[in-house]
């Protein structure tokens, strides 16, 4: 399967943007997909992850409460919905897709097995 992430700009601290993960080349319902984030000089971080049915979405402990992930199995695609935006959140984030069980959410990176190009998000104070 194939990834895509858009949706990244440059945003004011407080407000909003979602970010897309779009699909191909694969059956995408079969696939748990996670959204990471890096920020320059720093490690990988999960955001969250939603399994494959969208019943299960564990998020980093840094953005709980602000951000949302859902998907549209139909569109192949997976959203984040990240509001009350901070500085802090400044990164490049990536959308990355595995293949499992129903209800199974990995949380690591090397857990996935696929992986989009990343989208730039600037937060301005």
């Known amino acids: 399967v194939q990834l895509q992430a858009s949706g990244g700009g440059l945003v004011q601290a407080g407000g909003s943007l979602r970010l897309s993960c779009s699909a191909s080349?694969?059956?995408?319902?079969?696939?748990?997909v996670g959204w990471f984030r890096q920020a320059p000089g720093k490690e990988r971080e999960l955001v969250g992850v939603?399994?494959?049915?969208?019943?299960?979405?564990p998020y980093g402990d840094s953005v709980k409460g602000r951000f949302t992930i859902s998907r549209d199995n139909a569109k192949k695609a997976v959203y984040l919905q990240m509001n009350s935006l901070k500085p802090e959140d400044t990164a490049v984030y990536y959308c990355?897709?595995?293949?499992?069980?129903?209800?199974?959410?990995?949380?690591?990176?090397?857990?996935?097995?696929?992986w989009g190009q990343g989208t730039l998000v600037t937060v301005s104070s």
């Open positions: 080349g694969g059956t995408f319902s079969r696939f748990a």
């Open positions: 990355a897709a595995k293949s499992t069980i129903l209800t199974y959410t990995p949380t690591r990176a090397n857990d996935f097995d696929y």
């Open positions: 939603i399994s494959r049915n969208g019943g299960t979405t």
